[in-house]
């Protein structure tokens, strides 16, 4: 059971459910103290002796009669700049007066069952008031005549503390706030490795570590969307943590714009870690009366690994953060026709591709890229959302009648923020691109991105793209974002407010997409950006899965999905099997490789069923239908990274295990195969050790306990000759020899 108590004597505010504590006080000055964030711990008045303030040399201090009140030292909540401490600070106001000297002091709280939404900005919500507590601590600036709201929830059912912040100025100055990150927290040491998802298009979320040192060590996106370079996403594990035991905890900004993900090391080995919109180029008006409200940052505590850590984000994120009819709901099989035909379609070709995909079982067609205006590459026509009739004759409205009529659902792209200099809509509001004054304007594929920070433009694209869908028959949308935003202006913001921009841009993005779910609530959406750009928890709050990269290579994916699956659940990871040679390396892999790569997500398919062989054909039809038997488990399961792909040469292994623990999915991928190989031994997880599980490669029986410690083994890797288990019963099991190869097995309680 969650509780949030306060102790009044020490003024002490401790958070916890039954498996982690998070506790904070007011200190002597008034300001927040940290005092742990943790494995659950026995309650008491009060944890003071672990703030262990103390007199040091070559420090400020703040009372003239205590040599141990310095913040240089203290661990903070919320630390501001200037008054003692040093390090690098979670906001900043400047005043009238030029300075941005403040001090927030401890004045009320309040503690209630529930949790409040975010106005216009993606957050964890609860369903029942009574499944988590909130406590708000308000801190005032007397001299500023100014108020921060510190928020956090804590649930009974994750293992998390969610926390934002909400600035508040009842004074008669303007302030302007310069940095406002959602959360701050002081670790009491600093042995701790740093685990980030970075990479580049095509390469997304690859998982780095690095240990700690003194200064500061940070990941940031500044390209008006979370990005492929840096994930909003952090992880402190100590050196000895491993996947399956050690302390982690995780920080996940629900955000999708700049942001910064930042920890610093102090001269006492402190570790502050900061998560927040980047303050790079952030400056935010407050006249008297306003109050600004920063995104959610997520903070997990697990000691049972980076797997613990995962799992708690992965049903936090599906149960809490995903909303509407598709929360917890398999997601269908789709296929896309991009990599099929890219720009080069029509009605013939769709309907073709349709049937085919009907015949394999897919249930929904997505038409992607190139319905609109006359778009016929990627140089024109992006804000023109009305059907080509040069193409689809009956438009995309009459093509979607026309693939419902086969049995499938129908899915449509979009990429609703930007817009091509060749297009209606720019000729008709030149001045709706993004551009500065005097400036030349730099384009990314071609394109220019629409100012969302203006309601009239975000309403302008919403009445298109509404009656777009309201005269079609969809149920699926993607929604791409292809450039990064450069000589960021808001023409209406004025001089003064060019630093609250980008934060704008994404609230108009996040409005467009509630006008949409609002007015659709049973439309699933796909985000997208150039395939893994934007995939972040806040998108997620709007659509429950994202497209993972545009490396559909099955080798390639599993890079990605593996650190995809660090902060995001499985259900959420669009993956598709798609035709070889790959197009994004030319890599030859197998079919089932392929699918065995992808089952692992939002699965689909991504080719041209025209240019398959019979035999792909009757392939593709036994894997969508094994698929659908499982897809339950492969998209909700407990997932459990088994072999890390960015450790083992490339092999990597992986499963699920269904919440009854009856049914397990288990892939090994072997990247290279090595000549004379060892037999590899894959100790499993999750299962029910009494039981007694049937394997379907060969019917085989073995007890759980046996599976997760003595261990599975796959098949023996090819040795010189083709001899290989002759019982292997299903085509996914155990078929391919060589290079890029991958056995799945399931197993089923007996
Ligand atoms: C980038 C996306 O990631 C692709 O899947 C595809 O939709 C193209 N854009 C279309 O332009």
Redesign the pocket.
Known sequence: MQTISFYPESREFHLSNDRISYFINVMKNGQIGHLYFGKKIRERDSFAHFMQLKTCSHTSYLYDDDLTMSLDIARQEYPGYGTTDYRYPAFRIEQENGSSISNFIYQSHHIFSGKKKLEGLPAVYAEKDDECTTLEITLEDSLMQASLILSYTVFDRYDAVMRSVRFVNHGNQQLKLTNAQSMAVDLFDSDFEMLQLDGAWSRERHVHTRKLVSGIQSVDSMRGHSSAEHNPFIALKRPETTEFQGDAYGFALVYSGNFLAQVEVSRFEHARVLLGINPLEFAWTLNPGDSFQTPEAVLVFSDSGLNGMSQIFHSLFNERLVRGPWRGKDRPVLI?N??GT??NFNDEKILSIAEKAKEFGVELFVL???WFGRRDD?SSSLGDWYSDKNKLVDGVEGLSRKITSIGLKFGL?F?PEMVNRDSELFRAHPDWAIATPGRSMSHG?NQYCLDFSRDEVVDCIYEMMEKVLRNSDISYV?W?M?RDITEAYGAKLGSGRQGEFFHRYMLGVYRLYEKLITAFPDILFES?????ARFDAGMLYYAPQA?A??DTDAVERLKIQYGSSMAYPVSSIGAHVSAVPNHQLNRITSLSTRANTAFFGAFGY?LDPDKLSEEEKAEIKEQVAFFKKYRHVFQYGTFYRLISPFEHNGNTSWMAVSEDRKTAVFAYYKVLATPNPKANKVRLKGLDPEAVYVCSRAGEEYYGDELMNMGFLPDLEYTGSRVRNPAVKFKNSGTDIGDFTSQLYVLERK
């Open positions: 896309n991009w990599e890219y720009f992607d890229d190139g990627a792209w990429e594929r993607k791409d292809n997208c950006a150039s395939g893994g497209w990269s545009d991504e």
